[in-house]
Every structure is written in structure tokens, then in C-alpha cells.
């Protein structure tokens, strides 16, 4: 019954949360409202997505959320540098392929928006049966460095939260 | 102090914008248009927000927050026909 | 002690201001400067995140300290944009990917399929759908 009411409780919570930003006050009105919202809009759209993400150390996630802004900072510090002081002779671009231990398709997207996100990478595909991603780099010397680090900063992190 | 700190960032994201233009302009292909029209609209928020902090009212914010949403979409589905032909299926 | 507060509050947002304009104004000169599509990718989707995080951040405590309005709107698009950057990048990506690069540039999947953008894992047994 409780499962049929609330389908997707973070999503109920993310919902309520997003209203009141969007509102930009709180009050207990505003917050009834958003509750409704929260409630109704997963209720609605149960049949697209009827699989519930599992997330087995939610504190693990603050922490990946930590480091990722942390890396974010650094990476535009790096690309920064890249582009002012660098020719286009000097940078060495190169495609790298990072194997997938992760199977959940929402830890993957994670996994892809972070890889994005970070130091001189883009997450450009997956291959078909996504055991693997296909990175390009902007500017590495070590292509292996690159798919260690993704492999040990972020993938290992991630499955400890997933799986 | 503020004052001079907004018109230095305003100066800096209309010349982004420039660039941009520029770009638009000259790019070698249709993939670099986009790439060059979603930074542009990149750009257009940070400028939205600027004058909003500028004149001291909030309602530059949602202005800002639905081109966000458009520009996102907009992008996407520019995208999605190239790579698929058609946008919705 | 209010006046002190206020003009640290000043400092911060001039800084931020600052180094938001800069960080935006070096994205989109990467966007001219760089010389091929893939590096052309690069410097949008970081440079101006930060560059719009910044103002969004000296937006946010600029209205709490001088308009004594709390106002959380900013953290709402920052978010926004921040989910939305790696996935316009790598729409961008698999278009580039899909018109101008050839398969036998990459490296291979060491895989039984071959990158989703030229190959495909038949109906019946995908396990998440990647096209």
C-alpha cells in the first residue's frame, strides 16, 4: 500500500525540494503544495519507470558529491590553462577506453556525467552492450594514467554506492 | 567595488559572446553550430543573471531559468536530429 | 562589526564575480582558438560552468547580505546546468562521432559489439538501451 502511494520516495523528496526553490519562499502552504506535486507527479508517471534505483550507502553519495565539486573547480583550472598557454601543436588529444565494471544504467550516467565534468575528459559513447566507454581526452601524455584514475577515483566509489 | 566587479564580468561574457557569434559564423560544420549556439545560450544566462543582480530584482532569475530549460531542450533535440533523423519517435 | 561584514561580504562577491567573468570569457575563446571539434567540446561544457556558478554563488550573497532577501532560485539553475552540461556534451559528442569520425580511428571496444553510435546490440537481449 505505502509502495503504491509513494513509488519513489527520493523522487517525492526531490520534487517537494525542487518547488520550494522554485518558489523561492517557505512556507507551509508552499510546502503542502509541493508535497502534492511530490506525491501526484510520481504516482502519474509510475508506468515509465517502474524499476526503483537502489542506493545502498546513501552517506557515500555526499561524499562523491564533495569530490566531484572539487574536481569540477580544478578541472576548469586545468582547461583554462590548457587553452591559454598551450599551442594546438603541443596538446596531444586522444581517444581512451574505459572497461565498465558498473551494470546499473543510473550508476553508468553517473559515472558519464562525472568523467564530463572533470579534468580534460568527455564521455563521447558507450559501446553497444555498455561494457565499455569511449573517453576522449584533451590534452594527456599518459592515456592509461587517465583510465586508471577514472577507474579508481570514481568507478570504485560509485559501485561501493550502487552495487 | 561591486560595481566595477559587474561591469568587468559583463564585459567578459559579452565578448564571450562575440566569440561565440564568431564562431557561429565561421565554423566548419553543423556540429560546431550547435556547440556554438548552446554556449551562447551559456552565455545569455550568466548575462541575464548579471543584470538581475545589477537592477536588485529577482525576476531575471526565472527569465534565466527558462532559457536554461529551452536552450537545453533546443540543443538536445538539434542533436538528436542529426544523429536520428527525427526528434521525437 | 556589521560594516566588516559587509565588506567581506563585498570581497567575496567581487571576487567571485571576477573570476566567474573570466572563467566564461577563456570557454569561449577555447571555442576559437582550439582546432578540432572534439577540443572545441572541452572548453564550453567546463569553462563556463564554473563562470556561471560563480555568478550565480555572488548573486546568492549579494541578495542575502545587501537586500536582505534569502533567495535559493541560483542553487535551482546551478544545478539545472550542472546536470545538463555532460549530457548536451555528449549529445554533442556521438553527433560529431556520427558524421565525421570513422570507426577504425577508435580505439575498439575489446568487446562483442562495437561503440553505440555505429553498432547495435540486437532487440531481444540489450541489456540497457544505449543508442
Redesign the interface.
Known sequence: MLRRIFPHPQLTLMLTV?W???V?TVSPGNLLLGLVFGVAIPVITQPFWQKRPVIKRPLRVVEYMALVIWD??M??VV??YT??FKS?AR?R?A???V?LDL?S?EA?TLL??????TP?T???????????I?V?C?DTDDPEAVRDEIKHRYERRLKEIFE | MIETALTFAVTCFALALVFNLWHLARAPGVVDRILALDTMVINAIALLNLYGISQGTPVYFEVSMLIAMVGFVSTVAYCRFILRGNIIE | MIEDATLIAEVVVSFLLVVAGLFGLVGSLGLVKLDDTMRRLHAPTKATTLGIGGVLIASMIYSAVFLDRLSFHELLITIFLLLTAPITANFIAKSYMHRHVDEADLPPTEGPYGWAVYDAVPEDERPIDTK
Open positions: 525542487v520550494l526553490l522554485l523561492n569540477i573547480v578541472a576548469n582547461v583554462a587553452i591559454l594546438n596538446t588529444s581517444w581512451v577506453r572497461p551494470t544504467p553508468i558519464a556525467g562525472t568523467i564530463t565534468m580534460g568527455v564521455a563521447s559513447a558507450l559501446s553497444a552492450d555498455a561494457s565499455s569511449l576522449h584533451l
